[in-house]
């Protein structure tokens, strides 16, 4: 009981300390559950360890905390769980591991052998949505490596390869908020890949964005819908008028770029996030700037 109002408090909270009750809550399931309940404890630390994953902080100390709770249960759900309640641990224990290792208090490789090992289970026949949501992880643990050269432009081939893989098999009316964040990383990844084709991929860019803003908008998600502006208008100020005459230069697409921006901006603004609005009217500044030239 104990343990559904824990994930009861987690589904919706409404601050951290929804959060921070949810933990308490699932802690004082673990005290409580008697010794040759393994598998119970195990369920429930794996739970205790998603809460703190996405616990708000200032340092490192609740994603630590997830990796502890989760290393604890898969020692006994590899042996004793369900073969997708292994593969959904996996799976969030790859995520944990690859916020780590931004920090450098973790190795990528380690979360993409996580993310590897889940893809046993959640194949994309049985379950497309985590399907999807791993080859959506596996590609941006990717780009995070850190390579040049060569071994750059294959880990970025490997991540448009996974995020082209995952939108092989979600759609648009099943599964639309899989479908959106693979569109929009996408977009990103064709945005920055290293590649003699730029124009080419910037364009096929703009229409992965297009995609995702066919599900996100700003009354239902503002702040993925103003991210997904924000991005579309960073490829949208590199890219020429016409491509098929570079040289005439892309004043259209910089008063566009604007247009999107401000609408990004005025969402962050109005949802808090003011960190993105301040990096955005930074961009806007800039591209004024570069008109008025």
Same mark, same amino acid.
């Given at each position: 009981?104990?343990?559904?109002?824990?994930?009861?408090?987690?589904?919706?909270?409404?601050?951290?300390?929804? *959060?921070?009750?949810?933990?308490?809550?699932?802690?004082?399931?673990?005290?409580? &559950?008697?010794?040759?309940?393994?598998? *119970?404890?195990?369920?429930?630390? =794996?739970?205790?360890?998603?809460?703190?994953?996405?616990?708000?902080?200032?340092?490192?100390?609740?994603?630590?905390?997830?990796?502890?709770?989760?290393?604890? =249960?898969?020692?006994?759900?590899?042996?004793?769980?369900?073969?997708?309640?292994?593969?959904?641990?996996?799976?969030?224990?790859?995520?944990?591991?690859?916020?780590?290792?931004?920090?450098?208090?973790?190795?990528?490789? +380690?979360?993409?052998?996580?993310?590897?090992?889940?893809?046993?289970?959640?194949?994309?026949?049985?379950?497309?949505?985590?399907?999807?949501?791993?080859?959506?992880?596996?590609?941006?643990?990717?780009?995070?490596?850190?390579?040049?050269? !060569?071994?750059?432009?294959?880990?970025?081939?490997?991540?448009?390869?996974?995020?082209?893989?995952?939108?092989?098999?979600?759609?648009?009316?099943?599964?639309?908020?899989?479908?959106?964040?693979?569109?929009?990383?996408?977009?990103?990844?064709?945005?920055?890949?290293?590649?003699?084709?730029?124009?080419?991929?910037?364009?096929?860019?703009?229409?992965?964005?297009?995609?995702?803003?066919?599900?996100?908008?700003?009354? !239902?998600?503002?702040?993925?819908?103003?991210?997904?502006?924000?991005?579309?208008?960073? &490829?949208?100020?590199? *890219?020429? +008028?016409?491509?098929? !005459?570079? +040289?005439?230069?892309?004043?259209?697409?910089?008063?566009?770029?604007?247009?999107?921006?401000?609408?990004? &901006?005025?969402?962050?603004?109005?949802?808090?996030?003011?960190?993105?609005?301040?990096?955005?009217?930074?961009?806007?500044? =800039?591209?004024?700037?570069?008109?008025?030239?």
């Amino acid at each position: 009981m104990l343990m559904e109002i824990a994930m009861g408090l987690q589904q919706k909270p409404k601050s951290s300390n929804d *959060l921070i009750e949810a933990i308490s809550l699932y802690e004082a399931s673990i005290e409580l &559950c008697p010794a040759d309940a393994r598998l *119970l404890e195990a369920r429930v630390q =794996s739970r205790l360890a998603t809460a703190q994953m996405i616990l708000p902080a200032e340092d490192y100390s609740p994603l630590e905390a997830a990796k502890q709770s989760i290393e604890g =249960s898969l020692k006994v759900l590899r042996d004793l769980g369900e073969p997708a309640e292994i593969a959904e641990a996996e799976m969030n224990y790859g995520l944990i591991l690859q916020n780590l290792a931004g920090a450098n208090r973790a190795r990528i490789q +380690d979360a993409i052998s996580a993310y590897q090992r889940s893809l046993r289970t959640f194949d994309a026949q049985a379950y497309p949505a985590e399907f999807a949501v791993l080859q959506n992880n596996l590609a941006t643990a990717f780009l995070s490596i850190p390579f040049t050269g !060569d071994e750059s432009k294959m880990r970025e081939a490997l991540a448009v390869q996974a995020f082209e893989e995952g939108l092989k098999i979600v759609n648009l009316v099943d599964h639309p908020s899989e479908y959106a964040m693979l569109q929009n990383n996408l977009g990103n990844a064709l945005q920055y890949v290293s590649s003699s084709h730029r124009v080419e991929n910037g364009f096929r860019a703009l229409e992965a964005y297009d995609e995702a803003l066919r599900v996100r908008n700003a009354k !239902d998600s503002p702040g993925e819908y103003a991210n997904t502006l924000a991005n579309k208008a960073n &490829c949208l100020s590199n *890219l020429p +008028d016409d491509p098929a !005459d570079p +040289d005439k230069g892309n004043t259209d697409n910089l008063r566009a770029a604007i247009g999107l921006y401000s609408e990004a &901006c005025a969402i962050f603004g109005s949802t808090g996030d003011l960190q993105k609005a301040e990096t955005v009217r930074a961009a806007i500044d =800039s591209l004024e700037a570069e008109l008025s030239r």
